[in-house]
């Protein structure tokens, strides 16, 4: 057996599939009447999902458990390259599509991928060899290291910036970030570096905001400063009455009276948790946020660990990745933050995220048979 001779965190790989099973549970009930209606097909949406997102999710994260970790460090930058030429390619028209104002996707016929969702892997790992090789080359004290690391640093992030400037994703540019910063910080980069950084982001991140009068709005009608002409409140509304509605123990899983009807806008994708929240209620949505938690907590104590830096950024990314990723999401949801079109992890419909996520989770777990118990 493949796994016989390994230490592998199954604790973490539990998490993900109970997470993986608790959003196919969850799409079964939504999806059903849409993809009647649509396609006249009840289970068009779930086997797509099963297929073309879990199936290939989890051949995904067995091949980048059994590929040597070095060749992955080796062939980071390329990767990383590769999934930048796909992120300019969805603007030549005929090969990305555009939906809603904003061109993210590329639609082959029998598929269809996001390549923004592939990058946060391509990112992570080219960053974690980046900055592993440069902690490992050069000492922190040394001067002139501020020019040898800070300033590539910060053409790697706008990089990542314009690419997600011009398909109109704010959302995305402001999770980059969140996850930079942290592994940045991982590589035991000066404080100063970090105020920097974030001080520079928050100043281009404002003018990306203020550029659009729609994402304005969009924090503006989440704080009740302006009316609603746009009616951009209207998912927030639904979203919290349906969230509201699940009680203590929920309506039972299949069960949600919003699902269906237009009550609830983007219910497999989303805003799969207020769907989840209705048919789970307060203790079913304890124990989804929980697991998710512990994902973190796995990741850091990966990280903890391990004596390799490159492993230990890392670990850090793909936490980072997959929590901010989940509270964004549930807090957008939730009245929280402004609404976003970036997905609940493991859960939502979606192929491009799951294979991405999934891709992740196997290499972290590639990392974690290296170990000692």
């Given at each position: ?5 390994y ?25 059903t ?39 992955l ?5 390329l ?16 090969l ?40 490992n ?68 991140f404002?003018?990306?905001?203020l ?58 994708s ?50 980072s ?19 976003t ?15 991405a ?17």
């Amino acid at each position: 057996m493949i796994f016989k001779n390994y230490h592998i965190d199954y604790w973490l790989l539990t998490a993900v599939i109970m997470l993986v099973f608790i959003g196919i549970l969850t799409l079964s009930g939504i999806s059903t009447s849409f993809a009647q209606e649509r396609f006249g097909n009840s289970y068009y949406y779930l086997y797509h999902q099963l297929v073309q997102g879990i199936l290939f999710g989890f051949s995904a994260a067995f091949l980048f458990f059994v590929i040597p970790v070095s060749f992955l460090k080796k062939t980071a930058w390329l990767l990383f390259l590769v999934n930048i030429v796909f992120m300019v390619l969805v603007f030549v028209p005929g090969l990305g599509i555009n939906s809603g104002g904003a061109s993210r996707w590329f639609d082959f016929g029998f598929f269809s991928f996001q390549p923004s969702e592939f990058l946060k892997l391509t990112f992570i790992l080219y960053l974690s060899v980046w900055l592993s090789k440069r902690y490992n080359n050069f000492s922190y004290k040394k001067e002139g290291l501020s020019k040898m690391l800070l300033a590539p640093f910060l053409v790697i992030l706008f990089v990542i910036f314009i690419t997600l400037y011009f398909q109109s994703n704010a959302s995305n540019c402001l999770l980059f970030f969140l996850i930079a910063l942290l592994m940045y910080f991982t590589s035991e980069t000066p404080l100063s570096h970090i105020l920097i950084v974030t001080a520079l982001f928050l100043i281009v991140f404002s003018i990306f905001i203020l550029s659009s009068s729609y994402r304005m709005n969009r924090i503006l009608v989440l704080f009740g400063q302006i009316e609603d002409p746009q009616n951009l409140s209207y998912q927030i509304g639904q979203s919290i009455i349906t969230i509201g509605s699940g009680g203590i123990f929920g309506q039972g899983i299949g069960m949600s009276d919003r699902k269906t009807g237009g009550l609830l806008p983007q219910p497999m994708s989303d805003s799969i948790f207020a769907i989840f929240a209705e048919e789970a209620g307060f203790v079913g949505s304890f124990i989804l946020i929980s697991l998710f938690l512990f994902i973190i907590f796995r990741c850091c104590i990966i990280a903890k660990k391990t004596n390799d830096k490159f492993s230990k950024i890392f670990a850090v990314g793909i936490g980072s990745w997959i929590s901010i990723q989940a509270f964004i999401n549930i807090g957008a949801v939730s009245g929280i933050f402004p609404l976003t079109g970036i997905p609940l992890p493991f859960l939502s419909y979606g192929g491009s995220h799951i294979i991405a996520e999934l891709a992740g989770i196997g290499l972290l777990l590639n990392i974690s048979k290296s170990l000692k118990k």
